[in-house]
């Protein structure tokens, strides 16, 4: 009878245990969609689990997908137990299709073999693009999400003709304010800092009161030792002092938790006429937004002569403020372009629809994602400043910004659309020239 229920048990622990193995995985099995779009995006994933077991042969690689109307989400896992890479692979699929509202998740392979239900049609695609030598898509790895603009809108103010700009809050017109960008001193390319309240901020005057200037003096120091050579031109005033311009927004600091705030404020900055072709942007919002201590804002002007991307480092000065400095110096080198995807440490992100983040997955670099100490800027020169990385060929010691400025210097990675991208494999000069002419209109 003793022998009976340990029996009994055992076998209640092992459904239990299979339970628990498989809970929240789903075993939907293949996919039936055969939307092309949804297919070929897909195939991205394949090759990608395709790679990782020429390195890993003993181990396992899944691809999940979900695809609604011509919109996709999946990703892949590897690993050495099967069951595992399968409920991870499902997970991180069923938490992408839920944020990007492409329905449910299903099996599209398991190793080199694709399970997806394939029509004649999409199968013969799927060879072809197999068999098709890859070419690098730079336009695969642009935001996908920016504040689009219409230049002939009433509410647009050309850069130009920003002195007509009015106080929104008369109070906020104070002495030694500008709502606009000042004469230059220089026609070279340069950082332009603007300071923004959201509607109900409470004015502490850190564009007047030297706040700004300070933060924007000791990142230029601490760049200029690090690199041995190099600080950002800044956008100065004829008495020698930085230029900070002020714009109050519409939205209040409780509303600006919700969305994007970094696009938003750009958005705004571009609205009143800051997009000059020679100038990068830098945002400091003096109040908090999340838990971000910074972000890059991303923004699209529709134009007679097409579309052209603006971006700009945006720091939030309530979030770490005793971290501004790096903060502003970490998203003006997001905001040109880095760390480009092709860095050799750039980090690994499954997650992301790019396979990789823009940031570095090594310690005590100022572009790092990890919370250590962030002081170096690219320390053996391995990964955008200084390199040599032939398959890499932007690199932040060329930035036009950056002065003194070398001969053969460089601007924003533009592709043929006029959007900045994360991944060129050929910087073209004069295709970044012609997209920042566009702004002169």
Known sequence: MLLVKKLLWIIVLSFLWFYNVNAGLKQPGPGEDNSISCIIDTLDAYKEAQE????????YAVVYMSCKSG??????KGG?????????????????SKKNGTGECFLF????EINWKLNDYTQKVVNKTLNKKTEHN?????????YIIDSSSEHFVKYKEQNKLTYKNPEDDIPGRSLYDLEDITDEYQVHAIYILASDSKDKQFDVNGKIEKIVLKANKHLKNKTKEKKFRLDLTKEGKLDVSFLRVDKTKKQMQIGDAATYLMGMAVKNGFYHPKKLYTIFYQDKYRDEGGQVGDVKILLD???VEVNGGVTYMGGYPQDNWSIHLHELFHALGFVQLCAPNATID???RWGKDDHLSIDGDIMSDRWADKNHIDKKRKEYYGHTNTNCPLDLRKSAFLEPTEENFQLQPYINSCVTSRWIKKYNHQRSLDCLARLEF
């Not at 990782?52 to 181990?59: G, M, T, V």
């Not at 392979?109 to 080199?112: G, L, Q, T, V």
């Open 350 to 352: 499954k997650s992301s």
């Open 138 to 146: 730079e336009g695969k790895y642009v935001s996908d999400g920016s």
């Open 80 to 96: 050495k137990k099967l069951e595992s890479v399968h409920k991870r692979g499902f997970k991180a699929c069923t938490k992408n």
């Open 52 to 59: 990782y077991l020429i390195k890993n042969p003993k181990n």
């Open 71 to 76: 919109r996709w989400s999946w990703n892949w």
């Open 305 to 307: 002569k097409g579309l």
């Open 109 to 112: 392979s398991i190793n080199d």
